[in-house]
């Protein structure tokens, strides 16, 4: 079974530039989570989808940030203007039945 | 509030030495309990989940948990740890179907030969 997939695996951007996350959940997931993990820190939820609904965002901060799941399958995240506090690693995961199955996540840093 | 508290940020163990990572949470419905392991530049690995039932539980790479719902308390341990157990250990709390985990903030593990 193929795990969860994420490009880019490393990001390097200037501040108030764009950049665009993707990620291929395991088949036959439906949901499907982005988080945020600032370096010492543990994840961060960011968003949640339910197929191609939205089930959290609640701690997305949504002037700069956004993420659609088109098909409910592929999810992609955007954030426009970065800023220096957005370096991080962006984990996607997905889950069957509560348990969440990581990918390698993407590493962001933003100068 | 839900919330996930890993009281060591760091722990330094000698190879062969046994271990144990603490792990208390706060969680207003049936907790389901995860410990997740993640090595340098890798994403999260799961060692092991308890959903009901035994509260012992086994998991990989020769990990077991303990579910004490009075302490509200779900500690990893590992009777003689191997230097490749050295990484970043996270406890999770969550629900079954679809809720958002709650993520500690993790126990650095550092094997000394």
């Known amino acids: 079974e193929a795990g969860v997939a994420q490009s880019p695996r490393y990001k390097i951007i200037e501040k108030r530039q764009s950049v665009a996350f993707w990620c291929n959940p395991i088949s036959g997931h439906a949901t499907l989570y982005w988080y945020q993990q600032i370096l010492g820190q543990g994840p961060k939820l960011l968003i949640q989808f339910q197929n191609n609904g939205v089930v959290d965002d609640s701690q997305l901060p949504k002037d700069r940030f956004s993420a659609e799941r088109l098909k409910g399958v592929d999810s992609t995240l955007k954030i426009q203007p970065a800023k220096l506090e957005d370096s991080a690693v962006y984990l996607c995961?997905?889950?069957?039945?509560?348990?969440?199955?990581f990918g390698p996540g993407t590493r962001l840093t933003v100068t | 509030a839900q919330s996930v508290t890993q009281p060591d940020i760091h722990i330094t163990v000698s190879e062969g030495a046994s271990l144990e990572l603490r792990c208390n949470y706060s969680y207003g419905a049936t907790p389901y309990l995860f410990w997740y392991v993640q090595s340098p530049g890798q994403g999260l690995q799961l060692l092991l989940k308890?959903?009901?039932?035994?509260?012992l539980v086994q998991g990989i790479k020769g990990f077991e948990a303990e579910f004490k719902r009075s302490q509200s308390s779900f500690n990893l341990r590992k009777p003689s740890v191997h230097w490749s157990d050295a990484a970043e250990y996270f406890c999770?709390?969550?629900?079954?179907?679809?809720?958002?985990?709650?993520f500690g903030t993790g126990t650095s593990l550092t094997v000394i030969p």
């Open positions: 308890y959903f009901s039932g035994d509260t």
């Open positions: 999770a709390v969550g629900a079954i179907f679809g809720d958002q985990f709650y």
């Open positions: 995961a997905s889950s069957l039945e509560g348990e969440q199955y």
